[in-house]
């Protein structure tokens, strides 16, 4: 549709191309004019610009509000080639202003509180200098997921996948000088930007088998023709949600390929945030919602994706119960907490799986910026302090591991709230967000699956429990170091956020409670053919019972007997043994991979450099150019100078003619 006839459904629709707009316009002014605006202005403008993108996300929600079935604003054509027409189109129904809203809304927070920590950060890390780009990197971001779930075609969509892995690249490296042996963080961003072209080949192949069977990358038209499709090629329709499925578990972090995502703590925490609760992981799970219409039509696939979410959910939350620290354990259970949602769409219940994904948002944003709340509070006692911790034997001090951490609920009050409250709800503690959220995706699993609906109550418990673990860590018994000791409270820019996110965490399962279905019928009109969530008391009891029975036994564990020494070997290490150093080195998976694919990948590298690139290219192109050089060196005999010489050739080279022609 034109501007004047997506106006005619709404006047609100036609602002639909400033929710990308706004974040880029605000990126161009820091990188412009950032120096002369200071900190506060840089913070200010990519706060707004970020902002500014949310009310337009919530314009259109009110237009939807009124014109249910929304449109599609076609903004410039981009390629026409043959068959295949591709335009930059906006799409504007329930599911992509729900991304939105989402995105811009979990995201302003972020910026709000990034200019508060990144103030702190950039001195810590010696650097003020890099405030403005942390700031362009960030509207970026939001740009890009803004492209991603507005787009009205797949290869648009593509293009803000694409956006969104280079800007995490681009975060997670921030600090690239920084980590192990001086390349330790980069090393985590190659990581991160590597897995995640794995994936994005799958989502390519994905994408040329659609053009090949629907001769159009459109959502509408594709997903029309589905039937016919699937009826005459079900192989197809197999084979190109299979390869969707690669590229979820790669932005998704699932299985096989999560081993980026707990990597990607080597950014700065709001980046962590920004990450795990409202852009890049998100987008599986909407990819997958976005092409219900495919995946219905081969339920085995949608088995497989049910299951690779199910599976990774219990296999994410078992290797966070061995962390130490901080964000490892938050980062592991995004990856468990993005298995429930896939499994969520994967079986049907996408209303259920995009209810979680809003919950989540909440309060995983709440964990992650409180944890860099606590982190700013142990550095900023640790400096007070002027102490050298002592961890494992090394002169070093680590403020993110939680064995040097203990008794911050005294030192910071506020914090330890709003980490309380976020910690309960994605244990799914009632009447929290996550309780109501989980409870739909486990009613689901019930009706579908009982071997995943035992699989994902499983990683319900293990949820409960490894929460309780890192809070009787962070803020209960006494303090393991004179950091902790002499921690304090973060300034109102970093706790501000908090107490906002805190609150949706508390009142966010209004958005689909039993009874009213808010969100299952703002959905309908994108999710025609989604399963009804439904209220099933035995399923939520038993849930709620899995979850404080985890956390009464993380108490057992690390709250009757707090641990008092920053070096005191784990209260699971007895019991568990072996299992639990299996946990703390997270099943040794990257050491699989390393020993399975990077080793031989890189002797077939060495290999080619020396043999194949030094031996057979270099000899040849080295050979030629001996040659070339030998045939010169021999003719530059005939380059005398004299003239003499050259008119006596001349007249041999006559006579050899004359003598030729008469013969012939």
Avoid at 13 to 27: D, E, N, S, T
Wanted: hydrophobic letters at 55%.
């Amino acid at each position: 549709m034109s501007l004047n006839e997506i106006a005619s459904l709404h006047p609100f629709f036609q602002l639909a191309p400033l929710v990308v707009f706004l974040p880029v316009l605000g990126l161009l002014i820091n990188l412009l004019v950032g120096r002369r605006l200071g900190e506060k202005g840089i913070g200010v403008v990519a706060s707004l610009a970020t902002a500014g993108a949310f009310v337009v996300a919530v314009l259109l929600a009110v237009g939807l509000a009124q014109v249910s079935e929304g449109g599609t604003l076609t903004l410039a054509n981009w390629i026409t080639l043959g068959d295949l027409g591709v335009s930059w189109s906006f799409r504007i129904d329930t599911l992509s202003v729900l991304m939105m809203l989402v995105v811009s809304g979990v995201g302003t927070l972020i910026h709000i509180y990034s200019i508060g920590y990144m103030h702190s950060d950039v001195r810590h890390n010696e650097d003020p200098g890099r405030f403005r780009r942390f700031f362009v990197y960030l509207n970026l971001f939001i740009a890009f997921m803004m492209v991603l779930v507005s787009s009205d075609n797949f290869l648009m969509l593509f293009v803000g996948w694409e956006g969104v892995g280079l800007c995490s690249y681009l975060l997670i490296g921030f600090w690239f000088e920084k980590g192990a042996d001086g390349i330790g963080n980069a090393r985590a961003a190659k990581k991160a930007f590597v897995v995640n072209r794995i994936g994005d080949f799958g989502l390519l192949i994905a994408l040329f088998l659609l053009f090949y069977n629907f001769g159009t990358l459109n959502f509408a038209e594709i997903f029309e023709k589905a039937p016919a499709v699937a009826a005459a090629a079900p192989g197809a329709i197999m084979a190109i949600t299979l390869f969707m499925l690669l590229g979820v578990t790669g932005k998704s972090a699932q299985l096989p390929l999560f081993v980026w995502l707990p990597d990607a703590m080597a950014g700065p925490t709001p980046v962590s945030a920004l990450i795990h609760a409202a852009t890049m992981v998100t987008a599986g799970v909407y990819l997958v919602a976005r092409s219900q219409a495919l995946y219905f039509e081969v339920p085995a696939a949608q088995n497989v994706v049910m299951w690779v979410g199910a599976l990774t959910a219990l296999f994410g939350a078992t290797i966070a119960v061995g962390q130490n620290d901080i964000k490892k354990v938050l980062a592991y259970s995004t990856i468990s907490q993005l298995g429930y949602m896939v499994a969520a769409v994967g079986m049907g219940a996408t209303v259920a799986g995009m209810f979680h994904l809003t919950t989540h948002a909440f309060f995983k944003a709440l964990l992650f910026l409180g944890a860099g709340s606590v982190i700013l509070g142990v550095e900023h006692g640790h400096a007070h302090a002027h102490a050298k911790e002592t961890a494992h034997g090394h002169d070093s001090f680590d403020p993110q591991d939680m064995r040097q951490m203990g008794g911050l609920r005294k030192r910071m009050p506020l914090t330890f709230i709003v980490y309380l409250i976020g910690a309960l709800a994605l244990a799914g503690i009632a009447p929290l967000a996550g309780f109501f959220s989980k409870d739909e995706i486990l009613a689901a699993a019930n009706e579908k699956s009982i071997a995943v609906y035992a699989v994902l109550t499983a990683a319900a418990f293990l949820t409960a429990f490894y929460m309780g673990r890192q809070l009787l860590m962070v803020f209960f018994g006494k303090p393991r170091s004179g950091a902790s000791e002499k921690a304090a409270e973060s300034p109102l820019l970093v706790t501000l956020p908090l107490v906002i996110l805190a609150l949706l965490s508390v009142f966010g399962g209004a958005l689909n409670l039993p009874g009213s279905h808010l969100l299952e019928t703002w959905l309908e009109h994108s999710l025609a053919e989604a399963a009804p969530g439904e209220f099933v008391l035995t399923v939520a009891l038993i849930s709620l019972g899995f979850a404080l029975l985890g956390l009464y036994f993380a108490w057992l564990v690390y709250g009757r007997k707090p641990i008092f020494e920053k070096d005191q070997t784990d209260p699971l290490q007895r019991p568990l043994n072996g299992l639990f150093t299996a946990l703390a080195n997270k099943w040794w998976v990257d050491e699989l991979y390393h020993a399975v694919i990077v080793r031989p990948y890189q002797s077939i590298s060495q290999f080619s450099a020396g043999a194949v690139d030094q031996g057979v290219i270099d000899g040849l192109a080295n050979g030629m150019g001996s040659l070339v050089r030998s045939g010169a060196k021999a003719w530059r005999r005939f380059q005398s100078g004299y003239i003499r010489s050259y008119a006596l050739t001349i007249v041999f080279g006559v006579v050899l003619v004359i003598t030729y022609l008469v013969l012939r």
